[in-house]
């Protein structure tokens, strides 16, 4: 399998296209350049300077190039991130829910947010959980735990 970055002209022309419109990411920009540069012959070490990227970086845009059957459009796009599961779980949000709507520990007159991360840690649903996450379901839920009425039917 040849190692050589060959372009058609419509390829060079789309890649170039990309380089003159301001309307995509850094990233799918510097790969085209990339892609450019190497179908000009130039070393992977001048490309890496020349679109101030590492040189991993040139070897991997080579690679992926060659792997998907040199095409350079397939070649400079972005693959599919998984991205960071929820911190929440639906089984999670329900136990807060739970949580907020009961009447709170003797002794305190409300929910805090503290309190409710620590009860459900405390019931082992998660092994920790910051407030943040619990404050943002919460004023998506519209519930309160500070408010006399959060929802619960006991008053």
Known sequence: MSREVTLSASEKGYLQGILKKGR???RKVKRARILLLLSEGVSAEEI??????????????WNRY???????????EEKPRSGQ?????????????AIA?????????YWTLQMICDKVVELGYV???????????????????GKRSNGSSVK
């Open 24 to 26: 995509h990411s850094v």
């Open 101 to 109: 709507c009961s009447d709170p520990p003797e002794g305190n007159e």
């Open 48 to 61: 890496a300077s020349k679109a101030d990227v590492v040189l991993s970086t040139v070897y991997k845009i």
């Open 85 to 97: 599961p929820p911190k929440l779980t639906d089984e999670v949000k329900a136990q807060i829910t």
């Open 66 to 76: 060659l792997e998907v059957g040199k095409d350079a459009k397939e070649a400079i």
């Open 127 to 145: 092994e920790k959980l910051s407030t943040e996450p619990v404050r943002r379901f919460l004023k998506k839920s519209c519930l309160n735990p």
